[in-house]
């Protein structure tokens, strides 16, 4: 039996759209070496090892650097 998805509707279009414009703004708000591997760890599928090796340091500093990420997420997105 083949599965069939509902199609969205234009709210749950809307909020998908609202969520992720809010989720860009917050980003913006990052340091430039958080948001890149933020960018790179959750957009791009990059593991902590393959994003040190393309900056040039240890798995730790990435780590760190994207934990303390969203936490400074968290904190903007709970202001909005």
């Not at 279009?13 to 860009?24: C, G, R, S, W």
């Not at 593991?47 to 934990?67: D, L, N």
């Amino acid at each position: 039996m083949r599965a069939v998805q509902k199609p969205e509707g234009i709210e749950e279009v809307v909020l998908k759209k609202i969520q992720a414009e809010t989720l860009h703004t917050a980003m913006k708000k990052l340091p430039e070496m958080q948001r890149r591997r933020m960018q790179l760890y959750y957009f791009e599928g990059m593991t902590y090892e393959q994003i040190a090796r393309k900056e040039g340091c240890t798995k730790m500093p990435v780590k760190r650097s994207i934990e303390a990420g969203i936490e400074r997420l968290k904190k903007e997105l709970k202001k909005i």
